[in-house]
Each structure stands twice: as structure tokens, then as C-alpha cells.
């Protein structure tokens, strides 16, 4: 099979684009010859391989929170028509919003869109810390947009979403039928480690939509009661970090608060495994893949409802699921971990075998590479 990835770019080893980078790996490794184009590839951090290529169509500067980027689409598109009739592949995958504004017909290419999920258009979850001039600018912008992108996903074959929560919100805005592939997890990366003595909650802090701040204000009503534990934070850099950090010593928190920075997955590994539970306060999880690398590492996750986190965790059972600004819950569930460290390892054994019987990612990578090449049938036999 030979395959072109349209993906917005990879800056970095996290979240959507270490699903483009992994998928497409095993696409590789399947003697698949896949190329993928970007806008930006931190090349230090992912390499081409020989039936792996990788085109930039910009830079870094160019990336979809520029404005560069919004004023480059037409140009953009062109060069993905000129690069793609170059190629001349099997079959066409367009991964993650925004990438699906490029969409466009190919000749009689088969064209699957993986879309990840329309939050920055249909919620407020990614744009509510913009400054306050941001914000309405670009709630106006957004019309224009959805409109753009509506039309855009017209020339999608089939849509395939990774979760059900996702699949519903998408079949109502645009109208199409969808697919459900759920995300898969590495458990043969992501797996429990020793257990230390400390009591430990985690917070992943990669973005603001992650809620931290909130977390961190949490805790600090919990030292009312308590003073047993530490938070641990992972992830947040540059003003995000200057931020939380700041939140932390105005509350005079700074002996129970530990910032970790970015870290390696061997050491996110190590983190997860260590922790009596992890919070995950996104609003309206798509789908949430700290959730499931948790459980895979054996540790229960504290995770906000409605969303994906209602496919994976089961209340009770895997942790717990709270409503968006339920302070009191974060801190009755935090305490149940507390006060019973055993709990955490009896969830965390029952996350795993979850996760490896329904979120194993070669079995997801599969189930995708193999819609894709019933496609490549399907197309070719009609086109005959």
C-alpha cells in the first residue's frame, strides 16, 4: 500500500501528533510505503526511514495557530495537489482538524478523514484563556470557518472517529456517517513500574485546557483536612508553566507541589506508575490518551464527564468520573485513594486488563490499515 498522512504538523512527541507518527510507523513496518505531509516536523525528534518520508509544506512560523496559516490555505492546498499528483498513492488519510481544511478531490484516490476531534470550532474548551480580544475575534472568525471546513468534508470517503462521544458530535455537525475506531495505548511501553511509599496524585499540565490550575486550587481546600500527600505535576513549560507555578506559591503550596517539566515516556512510565491516581480535568474529553497510558500503568484515573472518558473508565470500578467544576468530588475521590492505597491498586490492576483487552494499539493500527485497504479495493474494482 502506498499511502499519504496529511497531518497539521510534528512540533512535538505528544498528543495528536504522536498518533500520526506511531500510526504511520506501523504502517511502515507493514512494508507500507507512506509519506507524510505537515506544515513543520521537529526532525531531532522524529525520523524518515526508507519507506518512511516525511514532506514540510512551511515551518514553524507557519503553524495552525498563525495567522500565516489561515492566509496560506488556498496556497496550501495547491501545494498539496502538486505534491500528491506527483505521488500518485493509493490512498489519501487526513488526520486531525485542521488538516481536513486542505481536503480536496484526488482523481479517483480513496480519501478517509481521522479527525480526532472539533473542539476548537464547536466548544469554548481551547480558546477560554485567550486574552479577552482573542477570544471574541476569533468566536466571530469561527463562523467563517465552520463554513469553510463544512464544505471541505464533502470529499471525505468515510470519516472514522475514536470514540463513540466523538462519532456523535461529528455525524450531527457535518452530517456524515461515521466509523468508530477507538484510540489505541503501547501497554508494552506503558506498564505499571514499582509502587513507592509516598502518596502521590498527578496531573498532566501539557495545556490549559488540562484545568491544573483548578487541580492545584483543589488541593489546597483538601490541606484543610489533611497533609499526607503530594501533587505532582507533568508536562507544562514556558508561560503555562511560569503560571502554575505562580498559582502554587501565592497559595503557599510550593513543599507539596513538585513540577516535573516535559518528561520522556520512559519517565512518564515511572510517574504514572508511582501515583495512587491521576487527574484529568479536560471539559468534554474527546478522548484522552493520559486515561488510558494511566491505566495501562495500572493507576486509576479521576477524569471529568460527559466525554471519551465515559468509553473508558468505568466509574467505580477503573476510577472515578466527575462533573466539569466538582471541586467536592475531586476531593471525596482523592481522599478514597488516601485513605486506601489499596483501592488505587485494585483499580489500577482492573484499568490494565481494560486496556489491553479493548485499547491495545496494534489491534486499533490494524483495524485501521485494513479499512484502508478495503478502500484501495473497493476504488479500484468501481473504477474499472
Known amino acids: 500500500m502506498k499511502a499519504v498522512i496529511l497531518a497539521p504538523g510534528l512540533p512535538n512527541k505528544g498528543g495528536a501528533a504522536r498518533f500520526t507518527w506511531e500510526f504511520s510507523e506501523y504502517l511502515a513496518s507493514n512494508n507500507d ?33 498563525s495567522i500565516k496559516f489561515w492566509i496560506d490555505l488556498s496556497k496550501t492546498r495547491k501545494k ?69 471546513d ?46 513507592q511509599t509516598k502518596k502521590i496524585i498527578l496531573s498532566i499540565a501539557a495545556q490549559k485546557t488540562q484545568r491544573t490550575d483548578f487541580l492545584i486550587k483543589s488541593v489546597q481546600n483538601l490541606l484543610t483536612d489533611r497533609n499526607d500527600f503530594e501533587l505532582w505535576i507533568v508536562g507544562s513549560s514556558g508561560e503555562h508553566d511560569e503560571e502554575l507555578k505562580k498559582i502554587t506559591k501565592d497559595l503557599k503550596l510550593l513543599d507539596k507541589v513538585k513540577f516535573f517539566g516535559r518528561v520522556s515516556d520512559e519517565e512518564l512510565v515511572d510517574l504514572y506508575s508511582q501515583s495512587l491516581a491521576v487527574i484529568h480535568l479536560v471539559k468534554q474529553p474527546p478522548f484522552g490518551l493520559i486515561v488510558t ?7 486509576p484515573v479521576i477524569a471529568c464527564h460527559p466525554g471519551g472518558t465515559d468509553e473508558t473508565i468505568i466509574h ?69
Request: proline share 3%; hydrophobic share 35%; with cysteine.
Open 293 to 299: 497510558e494511566s491505566m495501562a500503568c495500572e493507576t
Open 33 to 65: 510505503d507512506i509519506t507524510i505531509i505537515s506544515l513543520y516536523t521537529d526532525r531531532d525528534l522524529f525520523k524518515e526511514k526508507n519507506n518512511l518520508k516525511i514532506i514540510d509544506l512551511a515551518d514553524k512560523n507557519s503553524m495552525t495557530q
Open 316 to 384: 467505580n470500578e477503573t476510577g472515578f468520573l466527575i462533573n466539569e467544576n466538582d471541586q467536592n468530588a475531586i476531593i471525596k475521590y482523592i481522599k478514597k485513594f488516601l485513605d486506601d492505597p489499596e483501592l488505587s491498586i485494585k483499580m489500577g490492576k482492573k484499568g490494565r486488563e481494560r486496556i489491553k483487552e479493548f485499547f491495545e494499539l496494534n489491534s486499533k493500527n490494524e483495524e485501521l490499515r485494513l479499512l484502508m485497504e478495503k478502500w484501495i479495493s473497493y476504488k479500484s474494482k468501481n473504477n474499472k
Open 80 to 148: 498539496i495537489k502538486h505534491i500528491i499528483n506527483n505521488l500518485n498513492p493509493d490512498i489519501i488519510l487526513f488526520m486531525n482538524f485542521p488538516a481536513t481544511l486542505w481536503a480536496q478531490k484526488f482523481g479517483k484516490i480513496p480519501i478517509l478523514c481521522y479527525p480526532q476531534d472539533i473542539n476548537l470550532l464547536y466548544t469554548n474548551t481551547y480558546i477560554k484563556n485567550l486574552s479577552k480580544g482573542k477570544y471574541f475575534l476569533w468566536l466571530i472568525f469561527r463562523q467563517i470557518i465552520r463554513i469553510m
Open 150 to 195: 463544512k464544505n471541505r468534508w464533502k470529499n471525505f470517503d468515510e470519516v472514522i472517529c475514536h470514540s463513540n462521544f466523538s462519532a456523535k458530535n461529528i455525524s450531527k455537525t457535518y452530517n456524515v456517517k461515521t466509523k468508530v475506531i477507538l484510540l489505541g495505548t503501547r501497554t508494552n511501553i506503558f506498564k505499571p513500574t514499582k509502587k
